[in-house]
């Protein structure tokens, strides 16, 4: 069965689509945030500009971490800004990649003395809520410029950097550094200037999106495979994926149970898997997000792989919702290491299919 979307878009939902998608407009790299913990720890934890991550390394508490950072801040005479984040929050994803990509930006860290620390909740869930004194970071991305001790200087959001140009999130940032309130970005109130950056931002990212390989199939050991599929669209998809390179999904599939599967190495990574006479699974994949499995179990030698981009599924009369706090980089280095949570009887799937992508099994 296969439908099409067209849906209008309000002047404010492209506002809130700017803010928090538009603004990333470079794909990640096929290792993201959510490389397994184990792996991440044995690396050297190499700043990108301003920005320093603290993961977890080994048995380190988080607190020792921190005050690692805090010492080497000192020692560069470097003012503190911490960002409590996760790989779920689109306003956080926005910033790191201005950090990341931005020269006005950086230049602004650079002018000012600034270090950014960056704090995963999800990863430092309990820890990361009791670190600075007086915050709770239940809100992000949430900002704290804080003193040569770890204590709370000024606390702000991220979304009041102003997050439609990077001029904003300059300026701001400076005066977080310094220790001083936001103050509104120059666009606001500004309708129609608000437009001309939203759509110079689209156009970007169209730009940038050219010649990206939206479906990727890579033969590993063992009859697993590394497959990649990147979501260039805005909405949050559906992706079914056969697990057999010899048995492709049939229009009207016919199943009899629905599982909710965990991957082990990320709180929030989950899919769907259904059994019946051709087993396929479902993926979540986040708007201008991507999925990346290490290490999945794809039996056969069929050459071909064909994955169905979804604008809509149903299981027995009901459409299949989205976790809220969906990760935008899926990238599972272990991706064969799964736990079921739960399985349900099934009667009927229908699927409403946007496009089919299909890649050759190399």
């Known amino acids: 069965m296969r439908t099409t979307n067209h849906t209008p878009r309000l002047f404010s939902a492209l506002l809130f689509g700017a803010i928090t998608l538009a603004t990333a407009l470079t794909l990640p790299p096929l290792h993201g945030e959510a490389l397994a913990r184990g ?3 044995k690396k050297a934890q190499k700043p990108s500009g301003p920005a320093y991550w603290i993961h977890r390394q080994d048995d380190k508490p ?26 779920w929050c689109s306003p956080c994803k926005a910033i790191k990649e201005l950090v990341k990509g931005s020269a006005v930006v950086r230049k602004a860290f650079r002018k000012h003395r600034g270090r950014l620390l960056y704090i995963d909740v999800d990863e430092w869930r309990g820890p990361a809520h009791r670190l ?3 915050v709770n970071p ?9 003193d040569q001790g770890g204590r709370k200087v000024i606390e702000t959001y991220g979304s009041q950097l102003g997050l439609l140009s990077e001029d904003a999130v300059a300026h701001n940032f400076g005066r977080l550094i310094d220790g001083k309130p936001l103050e509104k970005p120059f666009y606001e109130g500004n309708s129609a200037k608000q437009t001309q950056l939203i759509r110079a931002q689209a156009s970007a990212r169209e730009k940038r999106n050219k010649g990206v390989k939206e479906l990727v199939v890579r033969r590993l050991k063992g009859g697993k495979v590394r497959l990649r599929i990147v979501n260039l669209d805005g909405p949050r998809r559906w992706f079914l994926v056969p697990l057999s390179t010899t048995q492709p999904l049939p229009e009207s599939p016919r199943v009899a149970t629905m599982d909710v599967v965990k ?5 929030r990574a989950w899919f769907l898997r259904f059994t019946g006479d051709t087993p396929f699974m479902a993926v979540p994949v986040a708007g201008y997000g991507d999925v990346d ?3 999945w179990p794809l039996p056969g030698k069929g050459k071909k792989l064909e994955v169905w981009e979804l604008n809509r599924l149903e299981v027995d009369g009901t459409v299949q919702q989205f976790e809220r706090k969906l990760p935008y980089h899926l990238n599972m280095a272990r991706a064969g290491q799964t736990t079921l949570l739960r399985s349900t009887p099934v009667k009927q799937v229908k ?9 050759k099994v190399r």
Not at 263 to 267: D, P
């Open 39 to 41: 792996k991440r720890a």
């Open 62 to 87: 988080l607190g020792w971490l921190f005050a690692s950072h805090l010492s080497a801040a000192r020692k560069k005479k470097e003012r503190v800004v911490v960002m409590f984040t996760a790989d």
């Open 132 to 134: 600075i004194p007086g």
């Open 138 to 146: 239940r809100k992000l991305p949430t900002l704290v410029r804080i």
């Open 263 to 267: 991957f082990n190495e990320h709180v």
């Open 293 to 295: 499995l290490v290490g």
């Open 351 to 359: 699927v409403f299919v946007k496009r089919k992508l299909s890649a």
